[in-house]
């Protein structure tokens, strides 16, 4: 009879809040062996993705928020330390070396595993542990801080915004400069769709869509390395030229028996650092009278107002002695019609307007295993409300991880994931009326209490805004004659959140089929069939009654990779002196990407109704197709002697369908080579790690 045993692996239920406080530490780290500095340690605030890494003279800074306990060093051949701030704002830290790393065994490129001391350039393994520990929805935010020579710039604030990451700066002007991701052998799809105008920094008034490796689930990973430099990254061609992420996920392990892991976290996010406005002087410009204001008459009584169509804070200076017309008294049919309240600053400024973002992420895994094969299956769910008004969210990820010993010789695996993605209500980027954040930092009437704009319509549903054209008075009598509603430069920004249309999906599948034949000891033969593929639809509203001419656009997005590879691979110790490592295969690689986008043309017909048949004019139609296909023969050698020194030799050619078809091949050829200085007598036991 079998029995499994059934173990409740792992159950955590956390909550992470940040706010806005933050402590500074700051210290030096040194090496215990002669007491100098050390650059490049990786500094980490446990739990966050917050982190740092040392400078030439091994000192740091960073900034830890409130709550948090502890600080994590880590370095590659030194002991990585957790250690307790305990009200500490200087933390000196002195590292030891890391005996156990020396024969540390990373995946290289094209998944082939080596003892990271052989190697002839750089690789950096990533504990897959401190990445779901940050509980990042984003795997590149999650690497913030934890490897070296790596810049990450993120979207903070915006629901699956994307998050740019580049190794050892940018490669080129003109083209992409991120890495390649490679999960499980499949190489992952990472387009953001960001238009010019946002990659510029100006928005134009598009949305960010997020990057697609944000589809990675970091609760699945088992391991990570980093490939920096041309040596280490040659066999994957041109696609590699600006490094490779490699990811592994997890197996069903070896241990026997049943397992199930539970995982919850909730995370709650405001926003910090936001630029603070002076409170002197109110919003507008100064007008040419006496008091300043825009000085009229209405049924015998006397009025003042600041200029509203100004979009910007040059009025007169703060007087609670002094009562204006604010922007929202001019709705004849309610009740505070003709309402005056006294000029000064507000009690709710803009930070009011943002709301407490909650991240819920809740995961479920099962694991078996036994004498021929395993699996691991999971699921998890993502669910996101962002800091900016009605925004929005979801995820849900099914991965699954199987291996099937069928002989002694053959191997079957698979590994897959899906990954259905819903959001509604991102916020519009750049210099853009519709994006918030346009006005509140750079053009805006400080007086503004934003409590205030919640109240976005007339009584007859017209937009009400900050920003109107404003009061049409006689210039000979001082009378009103009537109030120009129509926004000037801005709508009002809860009008925006709550008429706007904005909604997405993305359904992604990738992974792969392997077998895995052992033809004799030290060689084998590897067949893999992989595939990366999603659907992205978008749907994009306008309403009338705004600054910008209403709208509405569908578009359609698709995108399929296909990679059959074969190998074949030889790892054989020949002699007590002498190990070889060799590689030889071809791959063979087809890409698809296809768009169908059809948008309104002179405007909505009637407000409100999103739909292509409410267009005034002849909707646009815009169809794009595009097919690529690369065929590719890669070798690789390594010859080690003695474990100390080593020469690595790689050639990657490859054949693509886009090039001249008498010119359309190129090679890739790299040299690398190693020497393991601790494999000396007389240095076995020094300061170095290897």
Not at 112 to 118: D, G, Q, T
Not at 336 to 353: D, K, Q
Request: proline share 4%.
């Amino acid at each position: 009879m079998i029995k499994y045993l059934l173990t409740i692996l792992c159950f955590s239920l956390s909550v992470k809040v940040v706010f806005a406080q933050t402590t500074e530490v700051r210290g030096t780290i040194i090496s215990s062996e002669e007491s100098d500095p050390i650059p490049g340690v990786s500094i980490l605030v446990k739990g966050t993705n917050i982190g740092t890494i040392s400078d030439l003279e091994g000192e740091y800074s960073i900034a830890v928020p409130a709550g948090s306990t502890t600080l994590r060093f880590s370095f590659i051949g030194l002991s990585s330390q957790e250690i307790e701030i305990g009200g500490r704002t200087v933390i000196d830290v002195t590292m030891d070396p890391d005996v156990k790393s020396l024969a540390e065994v990373v995946v290289t490129a094209l998944g082939v595993s080596r003892e990271k001391a052989s190697l002839g350039y750089a690789v950096q393994s990533v504990d897959a542990e401190r990445l779901a520990e940050t509980r990042e929805t984003n795997i590149v935010n999650a690497l913030q801080g934890q490897i070296a020579g790596v810049q990450i710039q993120g979207s903070p604030g915006a629901i699956g915004g994307s998050s740019r990451i580049t190794i050892r700066g940018a490669n080129s002007f003109l083209g992409e400069n991120q890495p390649l991701f490679v999960v499980d052998g499949m190489p992952i799809n990472n387009d953001n769709y960001a238009s010019t105008a946002q990659q510029r920094g100006f928005g134009g008034g598009s949305y960010d869509y997020g990057n697609a490796a944000s589809d990675i689930n970091p609760a699945d990973i088992a391991s990570m390395e980093v490939l920096k430099g041309a040596a280490a990254t040659a066999l994957y061609g041109t696609r590699g030229s600006n490094g490779v992420i490699l990811i592994t996920t997890k197996s069903g392990g070896t241990k026997k028996g049943l397992g199930v892991e539970v995982n919850s976290t909730t995370t709650f996010e405001n926003p910090m650092a936001l630029m603070a406005h002076q409170q002197l002087y109110g919003g507008g410009d100064i007008s040419p009278t006496e008091s300043g204001f825009v000085e009229f008459t209405e049924n015998g009584q006397q009025f003042l107002a600041p200029i509203y169509a100004k979009d910007g804070a040059w009025g007169p200076r703060y007087d609670p002695n002094v009562s204006v017309r604010h922007w929202d008294s001019w709705d004849k049919d309610s009740p505070n019609y003709g309402e005056t309240r006294p000029w000064v600053a507000p009690p709710m400024g803009y930070e009011s307007f943002f709301e407490t973002g909650i991240t819920r992420q809740n995961s479920l895994a099962v694991t078996g295993s036994n004498d021929v094969g395993s699996f691991r299956l999971s699921y998890t769910n993502l669910d996101q409300e962002g800091v900016i008004p009605n925004s929005n969210l979801s995820r849900n990820t099914i991965s699954i991880n199987t291996s099937y010993k069928v002989s002694d010789r053959l191997t079957a695996s698979a590994a897959g994931s899906l990954v259905l993605q819903a959001a509604d209500g991102r916020n519009v980027t750049g210099y853009d009326n519709a994006n918030p954040m346009q006005g509140f930092t750079q053009w805006w009437q400080t007086q503004l209490n934003v409590d205030r704009l919640k109240n976005d319509r007339f009584t007859d549903g017209r937009q009400q805004t900050w920003n109107p054209i404003g009061p049409v008075i006689d210039p000979e009598t001082g009378e009103l004659i009537s109030f120009n509603h129509r926004p000037r430069f801005f709508d009002n920004p809860y009008w925006v959140r709550r008429n706007y249309l904005q909604e997405d999906t993305r359904d992604r599948f990738f992974g792969n089929f392997n077998l895995n034949y052992r033809i004799m000891d030290g060689l084998s033969f590897n067949l893999r069939a992989m595939r990366d593929g999603f659907t992205f639809r978008s749907r994009e509203g306008i309403p009338q009654g705004g600054i910008t001419q209403s709208s509405y656009a569908e578009d359609v997005r698709t995108f399929s990779e296909t990679n059959l590879e074969a190998k074949l691979l030889y790892d054989k110790r020949l002699s007590d002196d002498l190990s070889v490592t060799a590689m030889v295969g071809g791959n063979l690689m087809n890409q698809s990407n296809t768009r169908n986008r059809i948008n309104t043309v002179g405007g909505l017909a009637l407000d409100g109704f999103f739909n292509i048949a409410n267009s005034v004019g002849s909707a646009q139609v815009v169809t794009a197709e595009e097919n690529r296909a690369i065929n590719s023969l890669f070798a690789t050698s390594s010859i080690g002697f003695k474990d100390m020194a080593y020469v690595d030799l790689a050639l990657r050619g490859d054949w693509s369908s886009t090039l001249p078809t008498d010119n359309n091949n190129y090679w890739y050829p790299s040299i690398s080579s190693s020497f393991v200085f601790t494999e000396l007598e007389a240095l076995r036991n020094s300061f170095l790690s290897f």
